[in-house]
């Protein structure tokens, strides 16, 4: 998942790129926080507040369009890309033949897929079998990944753009639903915002990769036949987002290329300046909206952009400049993302329960109900920031 190097030596970690482990360090600290609340703390206040906007930036996009929220997953899987050069570089350098590291890239996938259905039927009363987990993302896609990180430069970036290109193709082929299509039967209610034009390729539960998990889906034993996503997620998101994880393995190649650090910025914010403007272009043109939940070839393309102009950021401050100090934190939580997103998947209500019963059964209360969440979800966060801690300091490092 990220650069295989996990030891207690010094020298050995100071080999890593530490901008690449506090961007990711934040990224997952920011989706472990929950949002800390905000969108429900920030509700009762006065439409006119300039704090009202916080609020919808940590919820999820409903449709088409984006919010903080919806650059989570996109920048973890980019900074998988970004990642696997040195992931490949480090085998390499231990001895592994491409037999072997082809095989332990196949491992990988199924685990992370596995791992995913397994996190998500966690409260569930018998196996859910879906694949829309960032980790089972992340699994379909990487052994492609991994074969085409032996490829040129320029067959990489062909492929990306292959991929996106014959998406949108497939889904701009996809029929139209009918006039007197039943929206409620696929979970869409009365009031919804629906696409007009060209984008109603891109409707909820009503296009080419909602029609496949129809079928998918219902490969698997299940209570109930599956219908819908609810939110519209869907299996096939795996294609579209593999080409963001392609451009993010672009971005990691130009960090361990010979140019210097100023260079290495530009090229990465210059990446990061197109991809935005490219992904704009593609959806103010009609071709194509920015929806996240379906990946769409325009919001594979802005979403990269974003993930490229921060990491940019990210390793201008750190790497060329070197304060490395204050990433600390996010270093911390960024060496060990697999067991933070476990820890904070199965755990969140195990603390909280444990909180309340040593603490008080009003400790979360105490503040007033409008920042109830905001304290559960801060609390969570620093005590699974804690587990981090103690098991960096004692070298642990959870790979797959």
Not at 52 to 81: C, K, N, S
Not at 112 to 137: E, G, H, I
Not at 172 to 191: C, I, Q, T
Request: hydrophobic fraction near 55%.
């Amino acid at each position: 998942m990220y650069h295989d190097i996990a030891t207690k030596d010094p020298a050995t970690r100071a080999e890593r790129l530490v901008s690449l482990d506090a961007y990711r360090g934040a990224v997952m600290l920011l989706m472990a926080s929950g949002g800390l609340g905000l969108a429900q703390a920030t509700r009762h206040l006065d439409p006119g507040s300039p704090w009202r906007w916080v609020g919808p930036q940590v919820e999820h996009a409903e449709w088409a369009g984006a919010t903080l929220w919806d650059f989570i997953q996109p920048a973890f899987m980019f900074l998988v890309g970004v990642a696997l050069p040195w992931s490949i570089a480090s085998r390499t350098a231990r001895g592994q033949a491409f037999a072997t590291l082809l095989a332990h890239a196949l491992w990988r996938s199924l685990v992370l897929v596995l791992l995913a259905v397994f996190l998500t039927s966690a409260w569930s009363p018998s196996t859910d079998w879906v694949f829309t987990n960032v980790l089972a993302q992340i699994g379909l896609g990487y052994p492609f990944l991994f074969l085409l990180a032996f490829a040129r430069p320029r067959t990489q970036w062909l492929a990306a753009f292959g991929i996106l290109v014959a998406y949108w193709l497939a889904f701009a082929l996809y029929p139209l639903p009918a006039s007197d299509f039943d929206w409620k039967a696929v979970g869409v209610p009365d009031d919804w915002p629906h696409l007009t034009g060209f984008a109603r390729h891109w409707e909820k539960n009503a296009n080419l990769a909602a029609a496949f998990d129809r079928w998918f889906l219902n490969l698997f034993p299940r209570p109930t036949p599956f219908v819908f996503s609810e939110g519209g997620y869907q299996t096939l998101n795996f294609i579209p987002s593999l080409a963001t994880m392609i451009i993010g393995m672009q971005a990691g190649r130009t960090i361990r290329g010979d140019s210097s650090p100023r260079a290495k910025v530009a090229r990465l914010a210059g990446y990061g300046a197109a991809g935005i403007a490219l992904g704009s272009l593609i959806a103010a043109a009609g071709l194509c909206p920015l929806v996240k939940r379906i990946w769409t070839p325009s919001w594979a393309i802005f979403s990269a952009g974003v993930a490229a102009m921060a990491l940019a950021a990210f390793y201008a401050i750190i790497d060329a400049r070197g304060r490395r100090r204050w990433s600390f934190p996010l270093v911390v939580a960024g060496m060990n993302p697999i067991a933070l997103y476990v820890l904070w998947q199965l755990m969140g209500g195990f603390i909280k329960d444990n909180v309340r019963r040593h603490l008080g059964r009003s400790i979360f209360e105490s503040l007033g109900p409008d920042h109830t969440t905001m304290l559960e979800r801060g609390t969570v966060l620093v005590v699974l920031w804690l587990i981090l801690l103690w098991m960096y300091r004692r070298g642990f490092f959870l790979r797959i």
